[in-house]
């Protein structure tokens, strides 16, 4: 078995917004009509019109206004609302997805869903709360070396103390989440000279935001997993959205939250 769901927002009780519903706007905002949306869609007018309708009812604002004149003898376009409540949505579905995934973790064991239960709901400062399986324990006396897997694909190590291993009572083919503060990441282009005491991670730059040298940058792993570090170094500079980077991480700097 598996815990699934579907993601709608309704208001004052009723069915407001889910996917089939964006698609419609999404089809009127490209083809700007609502009969040719409702063609590509295989329904009625009608049935087009009501939901839009429907949704316009329940809406602070309209979602919809009408054009007319013009080469094209008018039309229907997207208010600018409209707009951003297609954002909001798609935003509330992706975190709706991570708290499925998340919960899913535990399969059709419930007293391991009360244990993600009760770890989702822990708050840290750290922007970087990674979920991860144990792949291995190796002890080295006061320290122990953890091997984490992201997604199946990541990698990471985390050096933790050998009784902090002993008090979470953690075992290889647990979860677990590495915690990582954005300011322990250093992002650098180049792939020379990299230390191998360090967890290398490859990815893509999606975003580099901030001034000069003080800049926040996300990054997007090969297997998915997204990491925000916040660079303070020269070499920020050499870095563009859309280019190839590597993460660097020691394993001193990697907590472990269960």
């Known amino acids: 078995m ?27 905002d490209k083809t700007g009509s609502i009969l040719a ?42 208010t600018l609302y409209a707009h951003e409540l297609i954002a909001t949505f798609y935003r509330l579905n992706e975190l709706h997805h991570q708290f499925i995934d998340r919960f899913s973790e535990a399969g059709d064991n419930p007293e391991h869903l009360a244990q993600i239960l009760s770890r989702t709901f822990l708050t840290t400062s750290a922007r970087n709360q990674l979920p991860c399986s144990l792949q291995n324990i190796q002890l080295n006396g006061l320290y122990s070396t953890l091997t984490l897997s992201l997604n199946g694909t990541d990698t990471l190590l985390s050096t933790i103390t050998t009784k902090s291993v002993e008090n979470m009572g ?45 800049r926040e940058i996300i990054l997007r792993l ?35 939250g269960i």
């Open 170 to 214: 953690l075992a290889v083919g647990c979860t677990l989440y590495a915690i990582i503060k954005s300011s322990d990441i250093t992002v650098v282009s180049s792939q020379s000279n990299l230390d191998d005491t360090n967890n290398i991670l490859y990815g893509t730059i999606e975003s580099i935001n901030g001034v000069e040298k003080n």
């Open 222 to 256: 090969k297997g998915g997993t997204q990491l925000v570090a916040l660079e303070r170094q020269p070499s920020v500079c050499d870095l563009k959205v859309g280019s190839q980077a590597c993460a660097i991480v020691s394993p001193m700097h990697i907590i472990i």
């Open 37 to 78: 949306a409702a063609k590509e869609m295989k329904m009625s007018y009608k049935a087009a019109w009501e939901r839009i309708n429907g949704m316009n009812a329940l809406a602070d604002q309209p979602l919809i206004e009408r054009m007319t004149g013009g080469k094209g003898g008018g039309g229907t376009k997207l």
């Open 2 to 28: 598996k815990i699934d769901g579907r993601f709608w927002l309704t208001k004052d009780g009723q069915s407001f917004l889910g996917l089939g519903r964006i698609e419609l706007l999404e089809r009127i």
